[in-house]
């Protein structure tokens, strides 16, 4: 069985499968400063984990997208700030062209169900 969370015709907020959730977070603040924008995108990720009925520390991989590698130490103080350094998944930072101009991140992540 496939669950699409927040179906759309374009795409669905988040998709479960084999007790395995995908999803992929982008900033909700647009501010010139990558901090802010990786707590929002990190805020946005705690929230479809929590409606979908999980937790960050279930998460078994992560892939951040940044747009300038010059980011890296905001993004990383951010992230240290958040992620269960008890339950640390894979992680992946990449540079990459986002699709909206303002973002200076978006990320993507795959977790366990309980």
């Not at 400063?33 to 984990?49: E, F, G, H, R, V």
């Not at 300038?68 to 350094?85: C, H, K, Q």
Request: with cysteine.
């Amino acid at each position: 069985m496939i669950e699409r969370i927040n179906k759309g015709a374009r795409m669905s907020d988040a998709v479960i499968h084999n007790k395995t959730l995908y999803y992929t977070a982008v900033p909700t603040t647009i501010e010139n400063d990558i901090y802010l924008q990786m707590k929002s995108t990190l805020a946005d990720i705690d929230q479809i984990l929590k409606t979908a009925g999980t937790d960050k520390s279930r998460i078994l991989d992560a892939t951040i997208f940044l747009v300038s590698s010059r980011d890296l130490e905001g993004m990383n103080r951010a992230w240290d700030e958040w992620v269960d350094s008890e339950n640390a998944p894979v992680r992946c930072t990449v540079q990459a062209g986002l699709m909206n101009a303002d973002w200076k991140v978006e990320m993507k992540v795959i977790v366990a169900m309980p």
